[in-house]
């Protein structure tokens, strides 16, 4: 009697555990089941000249809590990976949403308080893909698995 009492506590606390960490383990991982955009992507490819691949380039952007409900802009991580060196750049994002499209630039130019845009894409999400598309080129990225960075 006392083994099956002391078995159920472990495996309430065991619970109790699990519960407790789990938010903690996803929060900066997107939902790929949902619309929602946040979180961290990698560029699976791209043919923008703004975030070029090849050799032993990887492309991040971690977009913290990203748009929805009523923020529609904020600061977005942009880390570019040739290992075993990682660049950092924060960069300002803003989402427009009857355009469906997002800018990316330079939180200040020299001498400035405005934002200088880099790029203005439009956007679609594609299964678990959210592609960016800016005239002919086009960024393709995935929710980051915590494997990758």
Same mark, same amino acid.
């Given at each position: 009697? @006392?083994?099956?009492? +002391?078995?159920?506590?472990?495996q #309430?606390?065991?619970?109790?555990? =699990?519960?407790?960490?789990?938010?903690?383990?996803t #929060?900066?991982?997107? /939902?790929?089941?949902?619309?929602?955009?946040?979180?961290?992507?990698?560029?699976?490819?791209?043919? /923008?000249?703004?975030?070029?691949?090849?050799?032993?380039?990887?492309?991040?952007? /971690?977009f913290?809590?990203? &748009?929805?409900?009523?923020? +529609?802009?904020?600061?977005?991580?942009?880390?570019?990976?040739?290992?075993?060196?990682?660049? $950092?750049?924060?960069? =300002?994002?803003?989402?427009? #949403?009857? @355009?469906?499209?997002m #800018?990316?630039?330079?939180?200040?130019?020299?001498?400035s308080?405005?934002? $200088? =845009?880099?790029g203005?894409?439009?956007?679609?999400?594609?299964?678990?893909?959210?592609? &960016?598309?800016?005239?002919?080129? @086009?960024?393709?990225?995935?929710?980051? /698995?915590?494997?990758?960075?």
């Amino acid at each position: 009697m @006392q083994t099956k009492s +002391l078995v159920r506590r472990i495996q #309430a606390v065991a619970t109790a555990m =699990a519960l407790a960490f789990a938010p903690i383990v996803t #929060a900066d991982i997107p /939902d790929s089941g949902s619309r929602t955009f946040a979180g961290m992507y990698k560029v699976a490819s791209s043919t /923008d000249p703004i975030f070029p691949m090849g050799g032993n380039r990887e492309w991040f952007l /971690d977009f913290g809590n990203g &748009f929805g409900n009523a923020s +529609l802009s904020g600061n977005v991580a942009v880390s570019l990976r040739q290992n075993p060196n990682v660049k $950092v750049r924060i960069m =300002a994002w803003q989402y427009f #949403a009857k @355009q469906n499209s997002m #800018a990316i630039g330079n939180p200040y130019a020299e001498g400035s308080n405005k934002v $200088v =845009a880099k790029g203005v894409w439009q956007m679609r999400f594609d299964s678990r893909a959210v592609v &960016f598309e800016r005239g002919s080129y @086009q960024v393709v990225m995935y929710p980051a /698995d915590p494997g990758d960075y």
